[in-house]
Each structure stands twice: as C-alpha cells, then as structure tokens.
C-alpha cells in the first residue's frame, strides 16, 4: 500500500499540512498510522476520505455536518457523489448563463450588439439574498424580520461612497485575522481580540445597529452554512472560512456574561 506523509498528502491535495492536522485533531481525517517517526501516514481509504471532505467543502457543507454524513453508516457513497455531481453541474450551468452575460455586456458597451434588456440579468440568483433573510428568520424568530428590514434601509440611505468606504474599511481587518492565522495563531487565542472587535464593530457599522454577541455567533453560524461566504473567505486564505467562524464563536463564548 502507498503511504503518503502530511506533506506528501497536502502537495497532492493541495490542502494545506494546517489543515489536515486540523482535521486529524477533530477525527475528520485521521492517519491510516503513525510511523515509529511519529509522522502520519494516509493510504487510499484515507485519499478517499479527503476526496469526500472537499467535495463537501466545495458545495459550502459545515465541518461538523460533513463529519455525520461520514460517519453515517448506512451511507451510499455513489448516490452521494451523484447528488454532489448534480449540484456542480447546476453551479456550472449558472457560471455559464454569467459568463455569457458578461459577454453580452461588453459587446453592447463596446456598441456591437444591443442587449434585450431581460438579458441584463440573466444568471444572477436575486433568491439567495432572500435565503440568507429567511434561514435567520427560521433561526432567531420573526423578530429578526424587522431587524433585516432595517438593515436593509440602512444600507439604502448611504451614499455610494460612504458604502465603497465601509467595504474598504473590511478589508484591513480581514487581511490582519487571515495573516494571524498563517502565522499559527488558534481561533481562540484573546489576543486576536482587538481585530475581532473591530470586525464586529464593522458588522454593526453595515446593520445601522448594535451586533450583539448572539447575533454576532449567528453571524458566524450564517458564515459557515452557506457555500457563498465560505468561497469568499478561502479566497481570502485557505482555511479562512473555518478559522474565522471558530475565531468569533470563541470571541463570544470569552464575551458572554
């Protein structure tokens, strides 16, 4: 059988040796054995497994969910990959309508071809914004229906400057916790407090009012259930996603009274 140490693993997979220590530490991916070395060595179960866990890292599946269905012993692993197979194949197709809408965009902006104006919109998903408002609704109650909608007017009654502005000031705080965690700092390390603060300062700032710490692990939970805000935050660093919802979730368990 072909073993491949963690560094091995992670040039193959191109996950990084963080991350897959990570996943040995919570039994998401543990070595087929550890070497008299002390190093970890993976086989073709354990390839597999990985194969598994990006899969389901691709389509936005939490950490935790993706360890059950593992788990799960009645579990089809061709069925599963057929349904993840249709998901990639849908998210395919919606890049393809984007690109040609681009496309279409250009040509019209560089006056070769007037676009049908039903065309302008073609590919975008105007339901996910209504999905994010909805799985908060289900979480916290129909009392945050209202604290949406006043979001929502908040943001309205910006000028686009001072909107280009609050998204610039975004960055900074996002750059300083992605470089704390490459140099090996834990999610719940209280030192990087302060850049968690600010974070949360500027969730409040983009509200148009207080985040509390409930709202604020809400947030978190939000961040790690949904495919968008997860790609967004591994293009940031890989691992980010997972580091920064652990990283708040631990800043409100050290803040709650």
């Known amino acids: 059988m072909k073993a491949y140490t963690v560094k091995q693993l992670a040039r193959l997979s191109g996950v990084s040796v963080r991350t897959l220590h990570h996943y040995d530490e919570i039994g998401l991916l543990k070595p087929a054995f550890v070497g ?30 993706i360890a ?8 089809d692993r061709v069925s599963v990959l057929q349904e993840q197979r249709e998901q990639l194949r849908d998210r395919v197709q ?7 809408t681009i ?7 560089k006056g070769e071809k007037k676009m049908v104006d039903r065309d302008l919109y073609k590919g975008f998903a105007p339901e996910k914004q209504a999905e994010y408002e909805d799985w908060l609704v289900e979480r916290y109650g129909p009392s945050m229906r209202e604290q949406i909608e006043h979001s929502k007017e908040t943001l309205a009654t910006m000028s686009d400057a001072n909107r280009q502005a609050q998204l610039e000031a975004l960055e900074p705080i996002e750059t300083g916790l992605a470089k704390a965690m490459a140099a090996g700092t834990t999610p719940d390390d209280p030192t990087i407090d302060p850049l968690i ?8 700032a983009m509200w148009g009012r ?37 990283a708040m979730r631990a800043y409100v368990d050290r803040h709650h009274a």
Do not use: K, M
């Open 210 to 246: 207080e985040c509390s710490l409930p709202a604020y692990r809400g947030l978190a939970d939000l961040y790690d259930s949904h495919a968008d805000f997860r790609q967004r935050f591994e293009r940031i660093a890989s691992g980010f996603a997972d580091w920064l919802t652990s």
């Open 68 to 75: 059950r269905a593992l788990d799960d012993g009645g579990r």
């Open 36 to 65: 008299e070395n002390r190093y970890r060595y993976y086989g073709r179960d354990e390839l597999l497994r990985l194969q598994d866990i990006l899969f389901h890292r691709e389509l936005g599946v939490p950490l935790q969910e």
């Open 197 to 204: 603060d600010r974070h949360r300062q500027w969730v409040a």
């Open 103 to 109: 496309d279409r965009t250009i040509a019209e902006l």
């Open 94 to 100: 919606r890049s393809r309508q984007l690109i040609r």
